[in-house]
């Protein structure tokens, strides 16, 4: 069970945030945006730990199907470089916010290289 502990550490954070977000803007794509990502990112975490040659990988399709077909196609999300820079400074917080912000800068710092530091 102690080889259990990070998977289930992950997805308790993002379920914590995905919870947290949805309650205090009273929005539920934080709910489905967070819950979806943490099922993603601790799955992958757990078939690293099950030693599965094609973790990381199962969880970038995950991730990258969800960030392309959702955010992108049906939501029309920018999630360029240059959609982060615009919804950044006109003070909006949305998709392409969240991700770079987690993904490209603060996650780094505390945990290194990362999921998707591999882009």
């Not at 757990?46 to 973790?55: C, E, G, Q, R, S």
Request: proline share 2%; glycine share 10%.
């Amino acid at each position: 069970m102690k080889k259990y502990f990070l998977p289930l550490s992950v997805l308790g954070i993002f379920m914590t945030v995905a919870v947290t977000l949805w309650l205090t803007q009273d929005n539920i794509f934080y709910l489905f945006n967070f819950s979806y990502i943490g099922i993603s990112i601790s799955s992958g975490i757990f078939l690293y730990v099950k030693k599965y040659k094609y973790a990381r990988r199962v969880t970038q399709l995950l991730v990258g199907l969800y960030m392309l077909v959702y955010l992108g196609f049906i939501c029309g999300e920018n999630m360029q470089i240059e959609g982060f820079w615009y919804y950044l400074f006109t003070g909006v917080f949305e998709t392409a916010t969240i991700h770079y912000a987690v993904a490209k800068i603060f996650g780094p710092l505390l945990f290194g290289r990362g999921w998707c530091g591999y882009h």
